[in-house]
């Protein structure tokens, strides 16, 4: 029995050898393991010296990676960033005006009319902003966005004097304090904003639809100000905020269906948070306590910094139990994309999360699981009984009619989404998200493509006609985008049947599904988009790779496909013109499969050129037309791939690290199979590896260490290992306990940061 289809390859695990697409890969020395009889210290208990154990030294090691302001930003994607999972405020120059606006937006903030569209009938609709008006004219900021308190401080100042500012977001509550020195005053305004789709920038609205009402404003008894926004399709969306002395708190509440709720929601909001003061002591315990579950240190300065901010940027913007994240995240801005994508975008939000070692930011697992209904509401009432879908875009509800096969729609996204709740499971070994979601959501999505799947003259199984996403041409049959996802699929259906002790009546069809699916089109230059239909213009996705990438069906580990992994990967970014800065971050953790660490960040660095044409913004943001925040929480996973990865049932340490980086530390990176990997590499050489098991399951370690090794359980006794050749060791780790690996003498055990040798500028506008 295997715990994931990667593991079933066609031919034994292999060493990183040769050439990797273009780039040396390095090869790994012969390495015994040994009852470290040798060692006078073996026989005694060893620990970790872990020196980020204090707040202070946190406080200090994330203060070297904090975004910093000494001029006004004027655009979002320069400006400073707040958030809670729900609620969420950029800070940037009022436009056209002497002022500091606060945006005010809320994830839950939709509209209720599905027959209008994701773009305009269930969109994220926007809800306000605050201003801070001061007297005199605005000469320059001092601002510094602290990662470690999640909370903007600094100063504005005018020719009229100086204002002090600080603000946070935490428990749906917007919080500002500002006192003025000078001649200087505080001001503040609210601003409601229209309840329309922000799609207006660049379409019309569609035949029929008709504007939201109005909002309306109020004052309650006891001064708290309000904003009432009734919905056309139901529900209502509600701003409360009071000030009192130099404090400013702000909380929006959305209902559906009611139309009351909101309005209760966030008053009892303001009234929890009382004051700047007693929010801020809640929400640093919540920051300092969520920063702790893991640890990464790399000597790249402003790589190591944005790879922190985007750990900060993902935890402002999901919590399990929030909506899924829309493509802009809970910070709305005038944009074509006011929901949720489901063919990439929301697939590359989420991989940061699991080797970071936070599964409680997983909105998506939990937006399926509550959406098992719509989304077999999703799919032709004919397939209901026993299918389900989504289509490109929905609400946070999953709202979106789903094409079938045959009339080139694109039909795969539902099963991508569910590889990265898979990805959920291998991460938490947690049997409930496998048994109640995973599996009945798998079985029906599989269905969906089964009631397609035609025999051919050639006796192989046959998909008509279906939209490799994003590809400009005509939908072929046998799309690679589709056929890699049933194939994994069909695996992980089989795989998952045996975890749960389940008997599945289906098996038989998903063992024939694997034995007679046609195989991926390929021709000269690799894998193409679908039968008769090759690789031949510029494309910015990598839909017609996702066998390579993330889900690791043809691999590096399989020499006889190296050849057309390079050939494919290389082919894919030689047509130039569409790519996008995910082309790049893809591109880099198919490299970093490959073991060309060099060659990866070659690759993530183009991601972080200004010459490109879309690069990462000043505040680590990203725009294509509008806000998009999946690219650039897909760098840090490139990052994640370069420093550890665990597909195959194999935990790599330090597979892809650049030569630059000879130092590296990391501590807690949860892998597939529920380990928490910490590791240390100094002068280019690993210098030990332990690992703890969450879950007791078997553990195959690719070290990299050269040499005699050692492996100790965490009572200094020997640990029962099998050497499996190539560089990988299988252990024998009970559930609750670690293993130290490492050659030669013991080193010292010490997690710390590593010295910058690569320095550079703090991100946001130093």
């Known amino acids: 029995m295997t715990s994931q289809p990667e593991e079933r ?17 390095a090869a790994a020395l012969p390495a015994t393991a040994h009852a470290a009889a040798a060692d006078a210290r073996a026989a005694h208990p060893w620990k970790l010296r872990d020196t980020m154990t204090t707040d202070t030294a946190w406080d200090r090691f994330l203060r070297g990676q904090d975004l910093l302001w000494s001029r006004l930003p004027a655009l979002w994607y320069e400006g400073p960033f707040l958030g809670d999972g729900l609620l969420g405020s950029m800070v940037y120059q009022e436009p056209g005006a002497n002022q500091v606006r606060f945006t005010v937006q809320h994830g839950r903030v939709q509209d209720h009319r599905p027959e209008f569209g994701s773009g305009w009938g269930t969109a994220r609709l926007p809800v306000g902003h605050l201003t801070l008006e001061p007297v005199g004219t605005i000469t320059g900021v001092d601002w510094r966005l602290s990662l470690w308190n999640a909370e903007l401080t600094g100063t504005v100042t005018t020719t009229a004097g100086t204002l002090t500012l600080a603000a946070l977001i935490h428990d749906e509550v917007l919080a500002v304090r500002a006192t003025a020195d000078g001649g200087e005053q505080v001001t503040w305004t609210f601003h409601p904003e ?17 504007a939201n009402p109005p909002w309306t404003t109020r004052t309650t008894a006891d001064g708290t100000e309000q904003v009432l926004q009734p919905l056309t399709g139901g529900g209502q969306t509600a701003t409360s905020y009071r000030r009192t002395g130099d404090e400013l708190l702000l909380s929006v509440g959305h209902s559906f269906p009611s139309d ?26 919540w920051w300092h306590a969520f920063y702790r579950k893991s640890f990464v240190s790399f000597p790249d300065q402003r790589l190591q910094s944005f790879h922190w901010i985007q750990l900060y ?50 909105s998506l697992a939990t937006t399926l699981r509550q959406s098992q209904e719509q989304l077999t509401a999703n799919v032709p009432a004919a397939y209901r009984t026993d299918s389900s879908g989504i289509g490109r875009s929905s609400d946070m509800f999953a709202t979106r009619e789903v094409g079938q096969p045959g009339t080139g729609a694109e039909t795969g996204d539902l099963t991508w989404a569910l590889h990265n709740v898979w990805l959920s499971y291998r991460h938490s070994m947690d049997k409930s998200l496998l048994r109640d979601t995973i599996y009945p959501l798998l079985r029906r999505t599989i269905n969906y493509y089964w009631h397609f799947l035609t025999p051919g003259s050639d006796g192989k199984l046959h998909l008509p006609s279906t939209l490799s996403p994003e590809y400009p041409v005509v939908p072929p049959q046998d799309t690679n985008y589709d056929l890699a996802l049933i194939r994994w699929g069909c695996q992980t259906l089989l795989d998952s049947a045996e975890l749960l002790g389940v008997d599945d009546e289906l098996k038989p069809r998903w063992q024939e599904i694997l034995a007679r699916l046609t195989p991926y089109p390929v021709d000269d230059n690799g894998f193409m988009i679908g039968a008769d239909t090759p690789y031949a213009q510029s494309h910015r996705h990598y839909s017609h790779l996702l066998m390579v990438y993330p889900l690791y069906l043809v691999n590096w580990d399989q020499p006889e496909n190296r050849d057309l992994i390079t ?5 894919w970014h ?3 013109g569409a790519h996008r800065g995910y082309s790049y971050t893809g591109a880099a953790s198919m490299y970093a ?49 370069m420093f550890c990865q665990s597909w195959g049932g194999i935990v790599r340490v330090f597979p892809a690290v650049p030569t630059a980086w000879t130092d590296l530390t990391l501590h807690n990176f949860r892998t597939q199979g529920a380990f928490l990997v910490s590791a240390v590499r100094k002068a280019g050489s690993t210098r030990f590896i332990r690992i703890r098991s969450l879950a007791g399951e078997p553990l195959k370690l690719r070290h990299g260490l050269t040499g005699r090794l050692t492996a100790l359980l965490d009572d200094g006794t020997p640990a029962r290992t099998h050497d499996l050749g190539d560089g990988t060791l299988a252990i024998d780790l009970p559930r609750g306990r670690e293993v130290l690996v490492y050659s030669g003498s013991r080193p010292d055990l ?3 940061p590593v010295a910058v040798s690569e320095p550079g500028a703090a991100w946001g506008l130093p």
């Open 9 to 25: 390859s066609p031919v034994p695990r292999r060493a990183v050898l040769g050439t990797a697409l273009g780039g040396a890969a």
């Open 194 to 210: 229209e309840a329309i789709s922000p799609r207006k920038i660049q379409e019309s609205p569609p035949a029929g639809y008709t």
């Open 260 to 285: 009351t709720a909101a309005e209760r929601d966030s008053r009892r909001n303001l009234h929890s948070a009382m004051s700047y003061s007693a929010l801020r002591r809640r929400h640093a315990r």
């Open 313 to 362: 940027k993902v935890a402002s913007a999901s919590r399990a139990d929030g909506p899924v994240m829309a493509t802009p995240g809970p910070w709305l801005e005038p944009t074509p994309w006011p929901a949720v994508w489901w063919n990439l975008n929301v697939q590359l939000e989420y991989w940061l999360i699991h080797a970071f070692n936070h599964p409680e930011l997983d």
């Open 567 to 571: 050939k494919s990967v290389v082919r």
């Open 574 to 576: 030689a047509l130039t």
């Open 593 to 641: 499969m490959t073991g060309d660490g060099d060659t990866a960040i070659g690759y993530l660095r183009k991601f972080f050129d200004p010459t490109t044409r879309y690069p990462c913004r000043a505040n680590t943001h990203y725009t294509e037309a509008g806000p998009v925040i999946e690219t650039p929480l897909s760098a840090s996973q490139s990052l994640h791939d």
């Open 750 to 752: 010490v997690i710390a």
